[in-house]
């Protein structure tokens, strides 16, 4: 089985590298974009059956680990 955590800096925290990007797509030209909002994505191949108990594993693990609930959310799909 796999998993899919999509983590992005919540709404209202600065986003340094987002800005930095938007910054660059104008100067290339793209002048259409108003916002660019940074994140990750992280693949785990998880040795399970049970998809339920998955993702309550791999929620723990964004919980612990994989984000920075302070200032990060994510999205969790079991693929």
């Given at each position: 089985?796999?998993?899919?955590?999509?983590?992005?800096?919540?709404?209202?925290?600065?986003?340094?590298?987002?800005?930095?990007?938007?910054?660059?797509?104008?100067?290339?030209?793209?002048?259409?974009?108003?916002?660019?909002?940074?994140?990750?994505?992280?693949?785990?191949?998880?040795?399970?059956?049970?998809?339920?108990k998955?993702?309550?594993?791999?929620?723990?693990?964004?919980?612990?680990?994989?984000?920075?609930?302070?200032?990060?959310?994510?999205r969790?799909e079991?693929?």
């Amino acid at each position: 089985m796999k998993a899919r955590v999509t983590v992005m800096l919540k709404t209202g925290v600065l986003d340094p590298q987002g800005e930095a990007v938007r910054h660059a797509l104008g100067t290339l030209g793209f002048s259409g974009v108003t916002g660019v909002r940074q994140g990750k994505v992280i693949e785990l191949d998880l040795d399970a059956s049970d998809r339920a108990k998955a993702e309550a594993d791999v929620k723990a693990m964004c919980e612990k680990l994989l984000a920075n609930t302070v200032i990060e959310s994510y999205r969790v799909e079991i693929l």
